[in-house]
């Protein structure tokens, strides 16, 4: 079978991302569509070892080649970051429960890969427009933070400021699952707004591979 890939375009054409639909946080933009698409077929030996994790590591090696099966236009968001910002017609809610069970895997795995980069790169990061001066601990800060403080919202978990780092991360991340698997049961209304269960999924994982990989990308460990 061949790999889901929704397009998204921003409304001014200015950034696209490009995101294998089944196989959250394998997403990657660019100024065009066809550098977007390229890019996310690029990392694909990148993303193996998350679907390794997973379990998942025979599905994704027998997968064919990449398929755009939507070409969307996403929010202004799109055109700023190129990053996909909404869900795509193949993420509506409530998920199938194969299917949410599959993603939930899939985010714990990227979530694990996360830890394992952080723990092995070097403190101080090379310097360069990537994030600009960051070294390791305000890319792990930045990223458990806004996942924690702004993403975990859309299914109720309110999280103080700061309250999710350090020894503190694991129960964070057992609340969060907690809460989606409550809202994919129905038991969680109005939080969502225009986003969808299984978008959040993705972004979180998205956000949490960007960064991993941001980290390998500027390593000063050798």
Do not use: N
Not at 146 to 170: M, N, Q, T, W, Y
Request: hydrophobic residues 40%.
């Amino acid at each position: 079978m061949s790999i889901r890939v929704v397009l998204e375009r921003g409304p001014k054409g200015r950034k696209f991302a490009a995101f294998a639909v089944d196989w959250p946080g394998w997403s990657r933009g660019a100024t065009t569509a066809e550098a977007a698409l390229a890019t996310l077929a690029a990392y694909r030996e990148r993303y193996r070892p998350i679907a390794v994790r997973a379990g998942l590591g025979h599905t994704f090696a027998d997968s064919g080649p990449l398929e755009v099966v939507e070409d969307r236009v996403g929010p202004g968001s799109t055109d700023f970051w190129g990053i996909s910002f909404a869900p795509s017609s193949l993420e509506p809610d409530p998920m199938d429960a194969s299917e949410f069970a599959r993603k939930i895997e899939l985010l714990q795995a990227c979530w694990a890969y996360f830890d394992e980069v952080a723990a092995g790169v070097s403190a101080q990061m090379r310097k360069g427009p990537r994030g600009g001066g960051r070294d390791r601990d305000r890319i792990i800060s930045h990223t458990i933070r806004v996942e924690s403080e702004d993403f975990a919202k859309k299914v109720g978990l309110v999280i103080p400021e700061h309250s999710a780092l350090g020894p503190a991360l694991a129960p964070y991340r057992t609340r969060y699952l907690a809460a989606m698997a409550a809202y994919q049961r129905g038991e969680i209304k109005g939080a969502m707004r225009s986003w969808t269960l299984a978008y959040l999924v993705r972004h979180s994982a998205f956000h949490t591979m960007d960064h991993a990989w941001e980290m390998e990308d500027k390593d000063l460990s050798g």
